[in-house]
């Protein structure tokens, strides 16, 4: 039987295991939805605007391991993906992007809801495709997965002319894929391995430092063990948060610009620094010239791009997180390790003066404070997702995180808007899971609107809004950079939020005192329902540590006018 090439599109979806599709339809990709209609496999859900599927199709793929996928339709459907496509690439997300265009005929001429998507996404996907013949569709699709999943995991777009996908598909989906030129490196260099295990038996201030990548890779259960091993400690990237469990001894959080004091200070004197699946970005390192200055630094990554790029690097690694690990520990395990015991003590030292920027709350209720206590009425057996300000930094400084793929947020594109949506995703991949987003005021109204598929859907999604009428972040920028002059970050206008809630037919609380968080946060963790929660604090809670433009990660302005130096 002649099948169309939205069919074969869509038997493609099934023959990856895709069973969840987040969309949003329109006139050149209802041939498509046509044909997903008439699949027994695979659930459509209709998310509010094309960002929210992107973000939702990225939480459900950092959650579940899977490739996420959401579809939209040409024109405005497909650049409203844009946002969305940008922060999954920037985080190595394993996405499949589905955009319909206008008929082949009339590309280039400038047709209703057109718009030359895969030019717009080309510096933002892993790889894109403008289908040209139905035929090509089942090979685009197997390869499409196979990219996006693989090496470094990233978005692929597939854009699909109308006339094409009701064009009839004579060929089968293939066996395998044949891509010629993409070869990753999957193990790394035995040489190379040698050298970096001389340098951990040497060191004597030796700092392992997690990223994202060895979330991706699953690799976390290693990243201990070395760590273990080695007696070093460890520091995590924003991305790698949930590497290690927060309250294992040797992890001292998370390093940058707002991280930790005691990961700061180390990174800062050791003299090895082992740096896995993580980029080197500026959030990270401070002034460059400052970063780890007394270290040589191991590098290992799965995207040779990546190693050199912004930090200098003694002994690179390309390769699979997991197989350079494990081939690091075979080596290591056979030999007799000496341990640093003076240097233990001292980072120990550090760990316990973290954060000791923050004095006591008082009557006063703050973001702090509040995640203080989810972690204890939670038992950190959660997922949290996290937007973007203020509340996404004091989020990764003092939540208790046991597990990886339990911290998910917009690291390298700083996306408002992401927390929401992302948790639609995550909880889709984790039904039995409790799901909190952790948001402002600011981040929340650029994508509240996915309330209605959360409701849709009966998501249990717990949200908490951490309301301080203001552009938190951009207002303590201008506190640090514009002399205290603040501009345009006063948010007047904030609707009512519980009765927003009740608005959408959801559960609303308000939280206004300390004396308030247990009895709310009880409630809302074990109501089983979709709940939002305003929590009211001060628009003069600023983020401690914060490291300044210019200045190396032990530089940092503690607070009360205060530095660490």
Known sequence: MTITGAQALVRGLEAEGVTIVFGYPGGAILPVYDALRESK??????????????????????????????????????????????????????????????????????????????????????????????????????????????GRPGPVLIDIPKDVAESPCREEIPETVNLPGYKPTL??????????????????????????????????????????????????TLMGLGAIPTEHPLFLGMLGIHGHSAANQAITECDLLISVGARFDDRMTGAVEKFAPEAKIIHID???AEIGKNVRVDVP???????????????LEQKNLA??????????????????????????????????????????EIIVTADVGQHQMFAAQFLNLKYPKSFLTSGGLGTMGY?????????????GAAVVCITGDGSFQMTMNELATAKEQGLPIK????????????????????????????????????????????EGFRISHPSEIDGVLEEVLHNGKLSLVDC???????????????????EMVIGNGGSHE
């Open 41 to 150: 496999k695979i659930k459509h859900v209709l998310v509010r605007q094309e960002q929210g599927g992107a973000h939702a199709a990225s939480g459900f793929a950092r959650v579940s391991g899977k490739t996420g996928v959401c579809m939209a339709t040409s024109g405005p459907g497909a650049t409203n993906l844009v946002t969305g496509i940008a922060t999954a690439y920037m985080d190595s997300i394993p996405m499949v992007i589905i955009t319909g265009q206008v008929a082949t005929h009339m590309v280039g001429t400038d047709a209703f809801q057109e718009v030359d998507i895969t030019g717009i996404t080309h510096p933002i996907t892993k790889h894109n495709y403008l289908v040209q013949c139905a035929d090509d569709i089942p090979r685009i699709v197997k390869e499409a997965f196979h990219i996006a999943s693989t």
């Open 317 to 331: 690694i390309v390769g699979h997180v997991n197989l350079v690990l494990q081939a690091i520990l075979e080596r």
């Open 536 to 554: 009211v604090i001060n628009c003069e809670e600023l983020v401690y540590p914060t490291v300044l433009a210019g200045k190396g990660l032990n």
């Open 187 to 236: 193990r790394g260099h035995g040489a190379q391995i040698k050298t970096a295990c001389q340098l951990m038996e040497e060191a004597k201030k030796p700092l392992i430092q997690g990223g994202g990548g060895v979330i991706t890779a699953d690799a976390g259960k290693k990243l201990v063990k070395l760590a273990e091993l080695l007696q070093a400690p460890v520091i995590t």
């Open 419 to 431: 927390g929401f949506p992302a948790a639609v995703g995550a909880q889709m991949a984790k039904p």
């Open 339 to 380: 341990r640093c015991p003076d240097w233990f003590r001292q980072v120990q030292e550090w760990k316990k003066e973290t954060p000791s920027s923050y004095p006591e709350c008082g009557e006063i209720l703050t973001t702090r404070l509040v995640i203080q206590r989810l972690n204890q009425i939670s038992r950190g």
């Open 463 to 506: 949200v908490l809004i951490f309301n301080n009428s203001c552009l938190g972040l951009v207002r303590q920028l201008q506190h640090f950079y514009c002399d205290g002059r603040q501009t345009a970050v006063e948010m007047t206008g904030n609707p009512d939020f519980v009765k927003l809630a009740g608005a959408y037919g959801i």
């Open 302 to 304: 799965i995207d040779p």
